[in-house]
Structure formats: C-alpha cells, structure tokens
C-alpha cells in the first residue's frame, strides 16, 4: 500500500508542476495562488485513493488540530445522514445514484472546507486531493481536447484560455496513470480491482484504511449493488 501511495504522491506532483507553469506561463491571468481559499468551498467527491491519502497526510498533523477537525467531520457526516439516512462505514458515495449526489452537495453551499487553518491555507496541502490541485484552469489535453472547459472566475478576466496553447498537458496520458493505480489500490484494499469508489472529504477523515475489513465489507455487501461501468 506504501508504493502505490508513493507512487500516486508523485502523479500528484505531476499536476503540481503543470500548473506551476501555467502560472508562470500566465502570471498576470492566473490568480491562483497558495492561501487563496475562494474555491474552497462546499463538499467535494474524492477517489478513495485520494482519501487514503489525505488521510496519511491528516494523521501526521498535532493532535489537537486533528481533534478539532473531526469535531466538524462528525457535524458534517451527521448533516449528510439527515439527508441519507443508510449513510454508513466506510462513507462510499456510489452506494447512492450518482444522480442523487447533488441532493448531498448542492452547488449554493458555501461552507468553507474544513481543512482550511485560520490563515486560509490547507492544513495538509501536500496531501490534498487531486481535484483541488486541477481547479481553477481548463483542461485541455495535448491533443488538443478540451477534459474540462471549466475555471475560477478570478482567473483570465478577459480572456480565452481554451486558446491558450501554453495551458495544454498529457491529461489522457495523467488520467490513465491515476485510474491505473487506483485498480492496483483497490485490488490491494479489497482483493478486487474496480475504477470507481468515491468519497467526500470530511468523510475520508473518518475512515480507517488499516483496522476496518475492507475484504470483508466488499465481499458480503457492496458487490451485490448493481454494477457501476469499469467494474
């Protein structure tokens, strides 16, 4: 499990260094910046891979910081069971419809994230999940296609930067290497390889990926829900 966390860190700083140059490439229409926290609002749904390790990077914090924290994940797992009742260990959204992911995250909550210190900065940056590390820039693929045509309202007041060549990256090649070591994550979790388990982030705090029996949870629960593509 250690390697395949070793080796998903790196993928991350992958992205890290594709928008490090970007910014640098755009300084003056990227805002983005360290301790910015404008986007960090609402829930977001992570890849359990993502969870494990936000977690790893969470349980190196003091400990009084992370008591604090779990205080809010437990508020906020308690709001989202007000709403899914069935909601339960080990937290996976893909037990409910995707469809139905929006009645848990609605786009008007503005809820600050609670990984965000008392200066605005993420408590475990170099954790963080994927998602946060994409966001707030299109992305757009070597090729020439466009992932995502999305960005932060701060950034390129003005402009286009879908025509923005400098802005483009492997993201066919990054996406394939990240669901590749989330098959061999899972497979070294549950002793099954699958392409899709997600979570949010509060509840990835929550989670216990050394004492829980994942084995056991997958082998007599969740495979009997209907099958998700890539499964």
């Known amino acids: 499990m250690d390697n395949i966390l070793v080796r998903y860190g790196l993928l991350l700083r992958e992205v ?3 928008f490090g140059r970007c910014h640098a490439a755009r300084p003056e229409a990227v805002a983005c910046r360290r301790g910015c926290a404008e986007c960090c609002r609402s829930l977001f749904d992570i890849t359990l891979l993502d969870a494990c390790y936000l977690k790893k990077g969470f349980d190196g914090l003091p400990v009084n910081v992370r008591e604090t924290v779990l205080i809010e994940a437990r508020k906020q797992l308690q709001r989202l069971r007000d709403v899914w ?4 260990v080990p937290y996976i959204l893909n037990y409910r419809p995707e469809e139905a992911w929006e009645e848990l995250m ?3 909550d503005e809820t600050p994230c609670l990984l965000l210190g008392a200066d605005g ?3 475990v940056y170099d954790h963080r999940p994927m998602t946060c590390r994409l966001h707030g820039l299109p992305l757009i693929d070597t090729s020439g296609e466009v992932m995502h045509d999305e960005w932060c309202t ?8 879908l025509a923005m060549p400098e802005l483009q990256w492997e993201f066919r090649r990054h996406f394939e290497a990240e ?13 099954k390889r699958v392409s899709e388990l997600d979570t949010f982030i509060p509840l990835a705090l929550l989670q216990d990926f050394t004492g829980f029996d994942w084995r056991g949870w997958w082998g007599k629960g969740f495979v009997k829900l209907p099958d998700f593509p890539g499964w």
Request: hydrophobic share 40%.
């Open 16 to 18: 890290d260094e594709w």
């Open 85 to 88: 009742p069935d909601l339960d």
């Open 106 to 108: 609605p786009d008007d």
């Open 121 to 123: 900065r993420c408590l």
């Open 154 to 161: 701060l950034n390129f007041v003005g402009l286009d930067p």
């Open 179 to 191: 669901l590749s070591l989330f098959r061999a994550f899972t497979d070294e979790l549950l002793g």
